[in-house]
């Protein structure tokens, strides 16, 4: 039973509150029973689980918590990286927000067979609020690290400017989100081999949340590529 | 220029960072210059507004601050409660999350002609968090509130159980929709005059976050209700 804050296991979870250390250390934590569980039915082992009363005195593992919840179990794992692929993917660029990053790890689990891929600008999806919000699908479906030039596929860049809704396109299909608010630059709006608009009601706002365009992009997406569309 | 924290307005935006104040006011704070404008631009009349520098010393309206990010303004109004109606709607019923309460009241402006209505258990849409959220939709689309026997219309409950995704159904349309994790009660789910699930992956999550659900929901009935279902 650990009783010292200065515990080398718990100095390591504080430390992965921190980007520069979870890039140094290639190692991430998870916090709750349910991505730990997570974790174990995708086969991912641990380097080491603290578990609340068992392993260590319940307040110094809800002092090391990043999440303010008063987790009862944190696991640290080592950082995976996918390769782009898939049949339908997703890749972002300048999601800057944790949540919405993870939100859309999750998403793509549900409703696509490929990865999110991180382009330039995205937050961390090791970060203790990304992890929380895939609620676990980062342990199924690990995120890739990839550049606009190095997808392959139909690239469709998700656009409110884009004239036309998402069509039938040849997959593989690459589903390219910018930031909330300024969208992709225009040299990736050139380059995307489509354009994609989600179309909304002319007496509404000018733009949905980045995660909400993935999830009904990726819906609709992934009917068309069904049939169903 | 306001130098004293001791200052009314600083008192009653400190106030209406609880629940129990801004019921007891009928009062909420928005923070930023964005949803400010949005106020304005849908003709919302502040009960006060403070700009940093200009009416309150910047570091006095920080420390009032919500949100952290350090707003440089925030205005004060008077909260407002739609009807349930129009053709197309959202019924929650236990959606504790503030931001996916915002989420869904921002989706629901851009794609429905109907409000949020909050059935029992929802977190306040006048929180902080819920407001930022909204990113202004809340001004031009107040949430009603109502129970689930008030509502009017095709009860359509979105539920993983259900056995077919949303078809065409006769207007109007409110899409009910559960907790994250609970999802609907039984008894609701019996009493809806449909069931529909998003069809998704077998090797996937079992759910999707419910701000998601409610998007997509949201896209497929706006699309069969427009002809292109």
Redesign the interface.
Same mark, same amino acid.
């Not at 689990?109 to 067979?113: G, R, V, Y």
């Given at each position: 039973m650990i009783r010292s804050p200065d515990n080398d296991k718990l100095k390591t979870i504080r430390k992965l509150a921190q980007k520069r250390w979870r890039e140094k250390l290639g190692l991430f934590a998870a916090e709750g029973e349910d991505l730990v569980a997570a974790a174990a039915a995708a086969g991912w082992e641990p380097r080491f689980v603290l578990r609340a009363g068992e392993d260590v005195e319940p307040e110094l593992l809800h002092a090391v918590s990043s999440l303010g919840s008063g987790s009862r179990v944190i696991g640290v794992y080592e950082q995976r990286w996918s390769s782009p692929g898939g049949t339908l993917s997703v890749w972002l660029r300048g999601v800057e927000d944790p949540?919405n990053v993870g939100?859309i790890i999750?998403?793509a %689990?549900?409703? +696509?067979?490929g990865p999110v891929v991180l382009g330039p600008g995205c937050a961390d999806p090791y970060s203790p609020k990304a992890v929380r919000?895939t609620?676990?699908?980062l342990f199924?479906r690990p995120p890739a690290r990839a550049g606009f030039d190095e997808l392959v596929g139909t690239r469709v860049a998700l656009d409110a400017s884009a004239s036309d809704?998402l069509g039938d396109l040849a997959p593989p299909l690459v589903l390219c989100l910018g930031a909330e608010r300024h969208g992709l630059p225009d040299d990736l709006l050139q380059a995307a081999e489509a354009t994609a608009r989600?179309?909304?009601?002319a007496?509404?706002?000018e733009?949905?949340?980045v +995660?909400?365009t993935a999830?009904?992009a990726l819906?609709?997406a992934?009917n068309r590529m069904a049939g %169903?569309g």
């Open positions: 949540g939100t999750r998403s %689990h549900a409703l +696509a067979d919000a609620m676990g699908s199924a809704r989600i179309p909304l009601r007496d509404g706002p733009s949905l949340n +995660a909400m999830a009904i819906y609709e992934a %169903h």
